[in-house]
Nanobody
Framework: QVQLVESGGGLVQPGGSLRLSCAAS????????MGWYRQGPGKQRELVAG???????NYADSVKGRFTISRDNAKNTVYLEMNNLKPGDTAVYYC???????????????WGQGTQVSVSL
C-alpha cells in the first residue's frame, strides 16, 4: 500500500513563512512528478507547484517568487517553502504524486490527506 502523508501546516501572520513536507511511504517502485495543490474556501482545487523526478519545476503565477518546491528522492519527500504569505494563500494544501507501486507496471496518481494553511492577523 502506497500513501502520502503531509505535515507543516498552521496559522501564520501575513508576511510570514511556512514549510510543508510530504513523505511517500509503502511499497514504492518509483515516483515521477510530485506537486502541491490547494483549495481555498469556495474555490476549486488548483495547482500551486510541481516538480519532476529530474528537478524541473513549475509554479502558479500567484506564487512565483514566494514559494519554492523541492524534493529529496532518497527520502521520497517533497517540500513546499512558502514565504511572504498572504491572506489569499489560505487554503487546504494537498500533496500529489504519480507513483508506480513496487510490482506494478503503471503509474497512478495519489493524494495526501491535506493540511490547513491559514494566513491571518
Amino acid at each position: 500500500q502506497v500513501q502520502l502523508v503531509e505535515s507543516g501546516g498552521g496559522l501564520v501572520q501575513p508576511g510570514g513563512s511556512l514549510r510543508l513536507s510530504c513523505a511517500a511511504s509503502g511499497s514504492i517502485g518509483s515516483i515521477n512528478t510530485m506537486g502541491w495543490y490547494r483549495q481555498g474556501p469556495g474555490k476549486q482545487r488548483e495547482l500551486v507547484a510541481g516538480i519532476t523526478s529530474r528537478g524541473s519545476t513549475n509554479y502558479a503565477d500567484s506564487v512565483k517568487g514566494r514559494f519554492t518546491i523541492s524534493r529529496d528522492n532518497a527520502k521520497n519527500t517533497v517540500y513546499l517553502e512558502m514565504n511572504n504569505l498572504k491572506p489569499g494563500d489560505t487554503a487546504v494544501y494537498y500533496c500529489s504524486a504519480y507513483m508506480r507501486p513496487d510490482g506494478s507496471s503503471s503509474y497512478t496518481g495519489y493524494w495526501g490527506q491535506g493540511t490547513q494553511v491559514s494566513v491571518s492577523l
